[in-house]
């Protein structure tokens, strides 16, 4: 076994895959990190500002000149402009998928799409009524015309109330205290820096705007106004994504799925979808798996066609249908190198341009579908959902027609499949508490759990695959902290049987006690990473059910292998919402010091959330809890 491989991953099926890519000499992401080194260190810090064409500038981290850019501009305003600008593309990435969303509901709800339809009508009186949506004596569609509405309207309108679904999702306490803070800031500076989004598309926009050459350069200003963005994302475009797909295809509830390369079957089409939107996912599923679709698998000489996940669009396959999911972003490339994938099909978000040309060692059709998300190399088939059941199956067809085309003699498949138990939307969660929050505070006040930790986001390909994720979360069940989280992270604890059920037994004896009266296990699966606002729901859940701010509970976050822009909206929106958030890697932020100083000790004033940087996933459990013990005794807990 290679030691390089063994360096790259902590997954056993990746470190297989990673000998056979240097035995074959399959370029991988890690090969091209190397040939990256060393990384600009402006880049690193933040410092480098590339926003008009008097630059690029950059700004010497140790006083010496240049100190300023051309314009005058401050490592401090460079590296918060730079970080805005990272928030406002995270929160777009996240809540076009909620437009997205929004819109095919409309078009579902007014006979516009007759491919698609409402699955969980339960879920659209619930959000319904949450909204203020009257619901007696009306059709189901007609309630979903509104439902859809008001989400549309989040995106586009141009008062300054804040948006609806924050209004009606977050905590008043949270909302009331984030008011009082843009009025002490006002006091203070004079300067008006609002929290509270008025448009889910407009607060990006003014990210755009204010960090445009010559506009805002006050890191203050510019780091409220990238929290603002996120709340945006957060209480409203990733809930948004959320609510609505929950209506369309079903809200998660508990079941076992498997974990990892060994879903692929070396005698079926196997299709991988990889991305983000349901919406071609849950299509592509239903079609290959219908029987039409299995015969024409069969007629080509293979059992049928298998389907697997990769990356969020697994989870949100995993979370409702119960596919098998194939891995988390690192394994995109190593999937490939299976020799046993017929077609990989791709929407939108953490995609690399690599797997076009990767396919083409192998017999993989590597497909894109969406306008968003062109790859030279890759066969486009555009979706659109009106033909939605049509396109489907043309793409399914495409993986089909490539089983012939396998080369046997690169089929390797490593067996490693784990258990894992997963599902748990807020839903679901209290279905298993009895339909209250109260015994889950009741634990916390007890002691028996002591706190909760979310974790989030990615692989990065800096950090050893996955070790961080796995380490991370056992240090923290250990510590009886229920451990709960969505995206990649989530695939990473699946594939290390941290979410079967005999994960109970590396808990601390309290969570082990909670977790077997209820037959859960201690990690919970909570789904993709626009689910991060399921999250955000229970978090507010405990918070309104005590009559405290979000601030005040024993909760505490983490991204330990984060590494897109989306995580940067998520992190922000965790912390405007109240949570404490660990980061690992450190953001490019540590070139400017009065930005960091906001975003660790100001924040933690300001909001109550805020972020902190740790290396080790030791050390890490360690501060987190130690968050955890504070908040508690704060409550006199
Ligand atoms: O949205 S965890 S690598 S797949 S960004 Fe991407 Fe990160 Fe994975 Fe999902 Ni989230």
Known sequence: MSELSRKRSADPAAIEMLNLAERKQYETIWDRLEKQQPQCGYGQLGTCCRLCTMGPCRINPFGEEPTHGVCGATADTIVARNLARMAAVGSSSHSDHGRG?????????????????????????????????????????????????????????????????LQKYMPKKRIERLKEIETMLFEKTGKKMGLLPRGIDREAVDILHRTHFGCDADPLSLMMQTVRCALSDGWAGSLIATEIQDILFGTPTIKTVKANLGVLDAEYVNIIIHGHEPILSEKVVEIALSEEMQEAARKVGAKGVNVAGLCCTGN??????????????????????????????????????????????????????????????????????EKANDIARKIVQAGIDAFPN????????????????????????????????????????????????????????????DLYHQELTKELIKRDILVIGTGCWAIGAAKAGLMDISAQGLAGEGLKAVCKALDIPPVLHMGSCVDCSRMLVLAGAL???LDVDISDLPLVGSA??????????????????????????????????????????????????????????????????????????????
């Open 406 to 465: 396998r080369d046997k003699s690169k089929v390797y498949i490593p067996s490693n499949i784990s258990n894992a138990i997963v599902g748990f939307s807020v839903e679901e969660i209290l279905k298993i508490l009895g339909g209250s929050v109260a015994p889950l505070v009741d634990a916390i006040a007890k002691g028996s759990i002591k706190g909760v930790a979310g974790i989030v986001g990615c692989n990065n390909v800096k950090v050893k695959q």
């Open 101 to 165: 969303a929004a819109l095919l509901l409309k078009e579902v709800a007014i006979g516009k799409n007759k491919d698609y339809r409402i699955t969980d009508v339960e879920k659209l009186k619930a959000v319904a009524t949450r909204l203020g949506i009257n619901t007696a004596g009306r059709s189901y569609l007609e309630i979903a015309s509104d439902v859809a509405d008001v989400a549309i309207n989040c995106f586009g309108k141009q008062d300054e109330e804040p948006i609806i679904f």
């Open 543 to 545: 918070a309104e059910h």
């Open 316 to 385: 949100e396959l995993l979370m409702r249908q119960g596919v098998g999911i194939a891995g988390n972003e690192l394994h995109s490339e190593l999937a490939i190198m299976t020799g046993a994938v017929e077609a990989m099909v791709v929407d939108v978000q953490c995609i690399y341009p690599s797997l076009a040309k990767l396919s083409n060692c192998f017999h993989t059709q590597f497909i894109t579908t969406n306008e968003q998300a062109a790859i030279p190399g890759a066969i486009h088939i555009q979706f659109d959902e």
């Open 560 to 637: 330990p292998e984060w590494m897109t822009e989306k995580a940067v909206a998520i992190g922000t929106y965790f912390v405007g919402s109240g949570v404490p958030v660990h980061l690992w890697p450190a953001p490019p932020i540590l070139g400017g010091p009065e930005v960091t100083k906001i975003l660790t000790e100001g924040a933690k004033e300001l909001l109550g959330g805020y972020f902190f940087i740790e290396e080790g996933p030791e050390a890490t459990a360690k501060r987190m809890e130690e968050i955890i013990l504070e908040k508690r005794t704060a409550l006199g807990i």
